[in-house]
């Protein structure tokens, strides 16, 4: 089973090993927490997380700072869950405008957090399958678009040019036509057809390797039931 990446951003260090003692026993979260904000915003240069739990009251750089980071760069798909000892109106409103998900008023309920959790990351979940489900859709859409071009190019086109030939040559008298000309009409024939043939090659192999991927993809979605289950709440 995956394991979350859970970064806690708080300076007091009560509220860190609360969360991590109670958070990293559930089998599915993986807790990592800092006390101040430079450091966790070095952290995620080069390290992925699935959730931020962050302090807006920190030494250094504030939570919002840290929400408005989050938000401007490659993270604005992540999860963040705000917890502060302000609770008055301003402060959640703020929070959320920047871009928070939750907002928890301290003393926390470790326990509130964890169903918080679990349900944003559910959320999240269902986004990423919808997204590759839709992804999935317009590869085969594209695929269709390839066959429909593919076919109108280069088959229904030179077709239609061929057709307009011999008729014109009906029309013109086949006695008219020498042996030459009956020569170059079949080697126009004979080209056409050997590039139709070289350029479907080269479209099956694109097309095959297209639905190679789509399969792939598919074979990493999942199903609902699977998503309920991951996130089932055992304490």
Not at 45 to 68: C, N, R, W
Not at 168 to 178: E, L, P
Not at 190 to 211: A, R, W
Not at 212 to 222: G, Y
Request: proline share 2%; glycine share 2%; hydrophobic share 40%.
């Amino acid at each position: 089973m995956k394991k979350y990446k859970i970064i806690i951003v708080d300076d007091n260090w009560e509220i860190c090993i609360l969360f991590k003692t109670i958070i990293q026993n559930l089998e599915m979260f993986e807790v990592v927490s800092f006390d101040n904000g430079s450091k966790f915003l070095e952290f995620i240069e080069d390290e992925a997380f699935d959730v931020a739990i962050i302090d807006i009251d920190l030494p250094d750089i504030s939570g919002y700072e840290l929400i408005k980071k989050l938000r401007e760069d490659n993270f604005n798909y992540i999860p963040v869950v705000v917890i502060s000892a302000f609770d008055d109106f301003s402060h959640k409103i703020k929070a959320l405008e920047l871009g928070a998900d939750d907002y928890i008023v301290k003393p926390v309920n470790v326990f509130e957090v964890v169903i918080k959790l679990n349900n944003l990351l559910k959320r999240q979940t269902y986004l990423c399958e919808i997204n590759k489900r839709e992804s999935i859709i317009q590869d085969k859409t594209e695929i269709i678009d390839m066959l429909k071009t593919f076919f109108h190019d280069k088959v229904y086109l030179p077709a239609k040019k061929l057709k307009s030939e011999f008729e014109y040559q009906v029309n013109a008298g086949i006695d008219k036509m020498s042996m030459e000309k009956t020569f170059e009409t079949f080697k126009i024939l004979n080209e056409k057809f050997g590039k139709l043939i070289d350029n479907y090659d080269k479209l099956f192999l694109e097309v095959e390797s297209k639905i190679e991927k789509i399969n792939e993809k598919n074979a990493q979605l999942i199903s609902n039931e699977d998503i309920e289950e991951r996130f089932k709440t055992k304490f």
